[in-house]
């Protein structure tokens, strides 16, 4: 019983941590002038280019990409079927 309620806890921090950033709550995409990029293998190269509040899509099983958007500050906002949602962090990204 322990090792389940260990497990419940750190599985629910994980989900705090990844719906939370500086104090706000990630939010779907607005109009708010944010640009929006879908990257896969094929252009995996451009993810440390883009702008603090970038939007991104990646594919659902496509872990490598995933990974490398993760390790350049791309935060998990939403898992949707096939497609997948995540937004970078930044000063201007908060929001």
């Known amino acids: ?31 708010d002038g944010d640009p929006m990029q879908h990257f896969s293998r ?6 440390r280019d883009t702008k603090p509040g970038t939007w ?15 390790r350049n500050g791309f935060y998990l906002v939403e898992m949707g079927g096939e497609l997948w949602t995540l937004r970078r962090v930044g000063d201007e990204g908060i929001g």
């Open 56 to 70: 991104a899509t990646v594919l659902f099983g496509d872990l490598e990409t995933l990974s490398e958007l993760s």
């Open 42 to 47: 094929q252009n995996r190269h451009e993810i």
């Open 1 to 31: 019983m322990v090792r389940r309620t260990i497990f419940l806890v750190h599985c629910n921090i994980l989900c705090q941590k990844a719906f939370q950033v500086k104090g706000s709550i990630a939010r779907a995409p607005s109009n």
